[in-house]
């Protein structure tokens, strides 16, 4: 009976601290209140605080893991709502996607080269830069650790999605394809989510960027696997 006590108390305490998270976002709207970065940050204090091990913690909430399989096949829907703008603007799309995800690469690949990081850890920090259903997907695909690939991935969705609205100030970005694809490429989630702050068509697009780049880091990850297996 305990341990199921035990995973009730986790689940109980994660599902709390998000719903006042939402609460504290909807009234001060910054990015340190993110429901992302609080819930984060208080679930891992709370499981410090408790002298709790990562699996303990897991017990409870394994069918939040789970449910990101519904969450990627439903991004199928925002792809089907707004395929007038794919068809409009498909090309601009492919272009930059295809040079964000390169860039992302690159910049990932220099990261972990600078800090001489494990293959391991090389492989978990690779796909940080598209949403967390699919970057857990690629990252075990390419050996690296999903779970930690889900920390680099939320880490570059909090700072794109801080640093995001600024850019748009100094910037000389004035049409919603570009503003919404600079959220969507550079913050995926936390990105999209604060591109429909500024507005409806900025959502539509970040969420369709963040969908190919997530598309195009999976279809990589498996050619990559294969080609190292071969060696």
């Not at 993110?34 to 002298?51: D, F, Q």
């Not at 893991?65 to 395929?83: C, D, E, N, Q, Y």
């Not at 390169?102 to 690779?126: C, D, G, M, T």
Request: charged share 10%.
């Amino acid at each position: 009976m305990l341990p199921l006590i035990k995973a009730l108390f986790w689940c109980a305490c994660t599902l709390g601290i998000y719903l006042a998270s939402r609460r504290l976002h909807r009234s001060q709207g910054r990015w340190w209140s993110s429901p992302l970065l609080v819930t984060w940050v208080g679930c891992g204090l709370l499981i410090v605080t408790a002298h709790a091990s990562y699996r303990e913690y897991l017990s409870g909430t394994h069918w939040l893991v789970w449910l990101l399989g519904p969450a990627t096949v439903a991004f199928a829907i925002p792809m089907h709502r707004h395929r007038a703008l794919i068809r409009r603007h498909w090309l601009l799309m492919c272009v930059g996607v295809t040079a964000g995800s390169i860039l992302a690469v690159s910049s990932s690949w220099l990261l972990a080269s600078a800090f001489h990081l494990s293959p391991e850890l090389r492989a978990s920090l690779l796909p940080r830069s598209v949403t967390t259903p699919l970057a857990m997907d690629a990252s075990a695909r390419l050996g690296g650790v999903p779970e930690l690939t889900a920390v680099f991935t939320a880490l570059t969705g909090l700072f794109g999605a801080a640093v995001g609205e600024s850019l748009l100030h100094i910037l000389p970005v004035r049409s919603p394809l570009a503003r919404g694809a600079l959220f969507g490429m550079g913050a995926h989630g936390a990105g999209v989510a604060k591109a429909l702050e500024i507005g409806q068509e900025e959502g539509a697009v970040a969420s369709l960027i963040m969908i190919f780049a997530g598309q195009v880091a999976v279809i990589a990850a498996v050619i990559v696997a294969g080609f190292l297996k071969r060696w």
